[in-house]
């Protein structure tokens, strides 16, 4: 059971430089979600997949795309990295409609400098 | 939106003892309340959930109490041991819309043996 898979697992990026988030799962849920965790500061959504073919802004989408690929994978891209965006990317997936269990990856941890 | 508050940032307790996080939520709305444990280096994964209309649920050493007319719910974890150090979130999201959970910041437990 492979669940949600985040690549990678690891990246360093030059400020200006650009870079993709890869996430997929394989649970055939609706909703994916995209989140950022910095110390102190919990869980905060960049953005979400309510479903195949519809993205939204979370909390924080400021500097980020996104895309759903598929109903499997949702993409989180930064055009510019900034200092600002060093952070551990997590990806996340659950039912669509539901109050119910959301399943997350291993994470992203981004370092820009 | 919904804002979740979550106390204390950091726990220290020895081996046996018990240990209690609280967390209170603004959104009357909301009615599932999920607890993840996050180990390092990994994503949160669900150790107990419970649903507006249950005051409390436990599974073994670990309870969740819900107190709705004070919008506010605990996680209990009785006879700590230290592989239950980790950091522990509180969300919490209602029904409606899409079911985006909110979290808090997020709590560092550590049992000392």
């Known amino acids: 059971n492979a669940g949600v898979t985040q690549t990678p697992k690891f990246q360093v990026l030059k400020t200006g430089q650009s870079m993709t988030l890869q996430c997929a799962q394989d649970?055939?849920?609706?909703?994916m979600y995209w989140y950022r965790q910095d110390p102190g500061m919990g869980l905060r959504l960049i953005y979400y997949s309510a479903s195949e073919g519809t993205t939204d802004k979370g909390e924080v989408p400021n500097g980020y795309n996104v895309s759903r690929l598929n109903k499997r994978e949702f993409s989180l891209r930064l055009e510019s990295a900034a200092p600002s965006q060093t952070s551990v990317y997590f990806c996340?997936?659950?039912?669509?409609?539901?109050?119910?269990?959301?399943?997350f990856g291993q994470g992203t941890r981004l370092t820009v400098v | 939106g919904e804002n979740v508050e979550q106390h204390p940032s950091t726990l220290s307790v020895q081996e046996g003892d018990s240990a209690v996080i609280k967390c209170t939520y603004s959104?009357?709305?909301?009615?599932?309340f999920p607890w993840y444990k996050q180990e390092l280096g990994k994503g949160p994964q669900l150790i107990i959930d419970i649903r507006s209309n249950v005051g409390e649920k436990k599974d073994q050493r670990i309870a969740v109490t819900l107190n709705k007319t004070a919008k506010h719910f605990s996680l209990h974890i009785t006879e700590t041991q230290p592989e239950d150090s980790a950091v522990y979130f509180c969300?919490?999201?209602?029904?409606?819309?899409?079911?985006?959970?909110?979290f808090g910041r997020g709590t560092s437990l550590i049992v000392h043996p």
């Open positions: 959104d009357s709305a909301s009615n599932y």
């Open positions: 996340a997936s659950k039912e669509g409609n539901a109050n119910t269990e959301a399943f």
């Open positions: 969300a919490a999201s209602k029904s409606g819309g899409s079911y985006i959970p909110t």
């Open positions: 649970m055939n849920h609706n909703s």
